[in-house]
C-alpha cells in the first residue's frame, strides 16, 4: 500500500522534522534552493521519496543578466537558476562579447558539477527573464532594446543567459566534431563523429539513435555535409537542431571517450553536438521524453492582434508600440512579449518544448 500525501515521516522521536506529513515536507523543500534541496534529499528514504516525487518531471530554468560587469552578470544568473529545486543535467549558456567564455565554462562547471555536460556559445542577440527584476529583456546585436537610445551605449556587448535542464529519464552529453590539423590537410572526422553519437547512445541506452541533438559550429569549417550525414544516419524520430555559424567553448561528462589520448593538440572541435539518450537505468513510471521541432518564419496570429502605435528605426534596431485590439493603453517592447507570453500560457500553447508522455 502506497503512502498517502499526509503520511506522517517517523524516525525523530515523535517530534521535529520526524513527526510532520509529508504534505507539509514536500511545501517546504519545493521552497529549496538547488545545493539544500540535493542535500535534503540525502537525509533518508522518506525524504528521498518526497524529493524524487518534487522533480519527476522535464524542468528548464532559465535567467539573463546585463550586468557590465562579467563576472557579478554570472553569480547573478548562477545563484537565480539554482535558488530552486534542480538537478543539473546539462546546461546552455549564450553570452554577449564581454564575457570570456574561457572564465564562463570554469565558473558554471564549478558550480553545477563536475559531471554537467555545458556549451558556452557566444551570440550576437539574447533574450531572458531578467535575474534580478524577473522582466523579459533582450539584447540585439549588443545592445539592451529595452533601454536603448542613440546617445547610451553602456549596455553595448554585455548580456548573459544561462539555461539549465533537468531530464529525468535521458542521459547528456557533448560530442565533438573533431578537426584533424595536419601539415598540408584539414579534415573533419565526421565519421568518428556519427559513431560516437551512436557510441554513446547505446552506451546510455542500448539503442543506437538518440531522441535529440543540438548542434552547434563554429561559423569556419564547413559543416553541412556533416549535419547532413547525420540527418541520414539518424531516424525521424531522432530531432535534429541547431546553429552552424558562431563561437562556442564545451565541457562534456566525459571526453576522454571522445577524443584521443595521444596526439591530442593535433585536434580541435570545428563542431559539437549536445546529445540526449534515454537512460536504460531510469526510474520506474517516468514517461518518456520527446522533442518537438517546429520551423516559422515569424508568429502565427493568436488571440487578440495588436496595431502598431509608433516605430522609430535606428542604426541597430527598430524600437516599437503598439496598442492591444480594442484597448487603449500603449504597450512598448517588453509589454508585447508580456502579453503575448500570458496569452500563450491561457491557452497552454507549447512550441519546441519538451514533453513528458505517460
Known sequence: MTDSPKTKLHGGGGSGFGSIGEDVLESILRRLPAATFASAACVSRSWHRVCRRILSRPKLASALSLNPCAQNALQEVVDKVLSEPICPHF?????????????????IGRKLGAGTPIVISADSGIIGVDALINQVKEVEGGIDVGSYNSEDSDN????????????????VDVVPLLHLVEVNEDTLMVDKFITDITEYSVAMSGCSTPVGVIMFGDGVAE???????????????TAIVGDEKGNFEYRSADNSRYVPAIGLQDYTASAIALVFAKDRHKCPGLGDIKFHVALSDGLSTIGPRHRAASVKVDDCCTLLTARREGQEEILDGEGILNDIRDEILCLHLKVGSLVTEP
Request: charged share 15%; aromatic share 6%.
Open 91 to 107: 546546461a546552455i549558456v549564450n553570452v554577449g562579447n564581454n564575457v570570456n567564455m574561457t572564465d564562463a565554462l570554469q565558473y
Open 223 to 237: 559543416i553541412k555535409s556533416a549535419a547532413e550525414k547525420l540527418d541520414y544516419a539518424m531516424p525521424l524520430e
Open 156 to 171: 553595448a556587448e554585455q548580456g548573459i543567459v544561462l539555461t539549465v535542464g533537468f531530464v529525468p529519464g535521458l542521459k
